[in-house]
Each structure stands twice: as C-alpha cells, then as structure tokens.
C-alpha cells in the first residue's frame, strides 16, 4: 500500500490532468536547468571547451575527460534531477507526507532477501523480452517511424557503450554512483514514490496503477528496443512498493539491478567473464523459464510475509 498523504487540492482526483501536467513541466524544468547547470561546470572540472562538451554530448567521445564529464552531467542532471522534482511536487505542491518512519519501519532483511531473488528473476526474464523487443518489425506504412526508432536506438547504444567502457577503478566507482545509485534514488522517488500512488488513485485499480507507471518509466529512456525489459523492471519495482508499503525496497531494488550490470559489464571488459550487455541475437528458453518462476515465486512470498493489502493509504 502506497503511502502519500495530501491535503492540496490540486492532487485530488478531480484534478489528475492538471496534476500531472504539473508533474512534467516541474520535472522537464527541473531536468533541464540542472543539465544546463552541470555542463557550464564541466569546463572547469574537467578541462574542456565549452564546444568539447556540446560535442562531447552530441556523440564526439575522443575527449580522455569525456567518461567521467558525462557521468557529472547525468549524474547531477537526471538522477539528482528526478530526486529533486519529485521532492518540488511532493513537499511543495501537493503537500504531501510519504512518512518515512513508516516506510523504513516496514523493511525488514526477510523481504530484503526475496528482494533479491525477484530481481535476479526479473533479469533472466528480460532475456527474452529483449529477444522479443530487438526482433520488432513495424508495418510497412510504419517504415520511416521504425528508422527513426533504429537510429535513436543506435544513438543510445553508442552512449552506453562509452560510460560503460570502464577504463580506471575512479571510472567504475563513478559509473556505480550514477548508473547505480542516483538513478536508483531519483526515479523511483519520482516514479514509484509520486507517480504511481497517483496513477493508483486516479484509476481506482493498483494493478493498472502500477503498469501505467511502468509504461512511463520505460517511454521516457526513450529506447524503444529495450521498452519490454524496462517496463518489466517497472513493474517489479511498482509491486514491491505496493505489496510492502515501503519505498526502500524499489529503491534498492533498482541500485541492485543497475549495479549488478555495470559490474557485470566490467568483468566482461576485464576478459574475466563472457557477458555482451548489448547483445539481443540468442535467447535462452530454460534460463527465461527459470527466472519466470523464481520471480513469481518471489513476487508471492513477498506479498506473503507482508501485510494484507487494503486500499490505498492517502487522505486527498
């Protein structure tokens, strides 16, 4: 059950459209300043041009700063970004009270554990959904929509292959705090701690509360080849929140996750595993099979070890 008590009158049901125009243009406003802010500091940091680090941004990657510049700029601009907007919202807009004694109360290593076990799960799953999602072939009247959704997708690639291309230890440790941490933070602060109890309430159904959010957190990494398997996350992260109560759990599920794939990419960058993240040619069926049932089974004992779920905890 979600906790987001609120008084302001702009978060009732009644007003859900202009709620959530709010929310985008806080969250876009905020998004874009601090990145503005971010790349006028990247030139004393980091002992570039301002020019280096529009090109830098745009996919010139030859710059030797040009990783940890990068990492600096998404690191204040999107995951501090995020944290920050939905905090604006939340605290300053809607007045709201996500009763964090309550949330961290409500962890417990128990469900830390099965945490655990959902994501690992969740990751074999993705497997074959992103089998399925690179295999997408749109209608021919849809032709120029899928080029366009190739290039973007070769675009992103081509930026997640350089931030990933960990060649220091100081690199690493930056890549975990970014891609890791912040990321963990700020989007589910804002996606599983202010979107989807709204979407919850907006709809009157958690379950399509909880994939609506999911949908949304997938659109907006604008990688339509990778749409399936982030949407999935999403709903991991929206069923822990919900099932618990407690924030903390997305929250560190979704550091576990991203963690655990940078590390991953490193070992395989270091010739100490077999590990290619960005290869989608080969499915393994027992594998997908596997985690399928180790995340239901984790999903239902989760659900098992915690509270009933009523409705949804906010006075709006």
């Given at each position: 059950?979600?906790?987001?008590?609120?008084?302001?009158?702009?978060?009732?049901?009644?007003?859900?459209?202009?709620?959530?125009?709010?929310?985008?243009?806080?969250?876009?406003?905020?998004?874009?300043?601090?990145?503005?802010?971010?790349?006028?500091?990247?030139?004393?940091?980091?002992?570039?041009?301002?020019?280096?680090?529009?090109?830098?941004?745009?996919?010139?990657?030859?710059?030797?700063?040009?990783?940890?510049?990068?990492?600096?700029?998404?690191?204040?601009?999107?995951?501090?970004?995020?944290?920050?907007?939905?905090?604006?919202?939340?605290?300053?807009?809607?007045?709201a009270n996500l009763q964090w004694e309550v949330q961290l109360a409500r962890f417990n290593w128990k469900g830390g554990l099965l945490m655990l076990m959902i994501v690992f799960g969740g990751m074999l799953v993705n497997g074959f959904l992103g089998y399925l999602n690179s295999n997408l072939v749109l209608p021919d009247f849809m032709s120029d929509i899928e080029i366009w959704m190739r290039e973007m997708e070769d675009q992103m690639a081509e930026l997640t292959k350089f931030i990933t291309d960990f060649q220091t230890i100081p690199e690493l440790f930056a890549g975990i705090l970014v891609i890791g941490i912040l990321a963990g933070i700020g989007e589910e602060m804002l996606f599983r701690g202010l979107l989807q109890p709204k979407m919850h309430l907006y709809t009157g159904n958690a379950h399509v509360g909880i994939w609506l959010t999911a949908f949304i957190f997938s659109a907006i990494h604008v990688q339509f080849y990778g749409f399936l398997p982030r949407m999935l996350l999403g709903g991991i992260f929206g069923y822990l929140y919900y099932y618990s109560g407690s924030l903390t759990y997305p929250i560190l599920a979704?550091?576990?996750?991203?963690?655990?794939?940078?590390?991953?990419?490193?070992?395989?960058?270091?010739?100490?595993?077999?590990?290619?993240?960005?290869?989608?040619?080969?499915?393994?069926?027992?594998?997908?099979?596997?985690?399928?049932?180790?995340?239901?089974?984790?999903?239902?004992?989760?659900?098992?070890?915690?509270?009933?779920?009523?409705k949804l905890e906010q006075s709006i």
């Open positions: 059950m979600e906790i987001y008590e609120t008084e302001s009158e702009i978060a009732k049901r009644k007003n859900w459209l202009l709620s959530l125009i709010v929310i985008v243009l806080v969250s876009i406003g905020i998004l874009v300043i601090l990145q503005v802010s971010a790349m006028a500091v990247v030139p004393y940091l980091f002992n570039m041009s301002m020019a280096e680090t529009i090109s830098m941004l745009t996919g010139d990657f030859t710059n030797p700063n040009g990783r940890m510049a990068i990492y600096f700029v998404q690191g204040i601009g999107s995951g501090i970004g995020f944290w920050v907007a939905a905090s604006i919202v939340i605290h300053f807009i809607d007045q979704h550091i576990f996750n991203n963690t655990f794939t940078v590390l991953l990419i490193y070992a395989s960058n270091q010739g100490w595993i077999d590990f290619d993240f960005e290869s989608t040619d080969t499915v393994s069926y027992p594998a997908a099979l596997t985690g399928l049932l180790v995340l239901m089974a984790g999903i239902f004992y989760f659900k098992k070890i915690n509270k009933p779920n009523g």
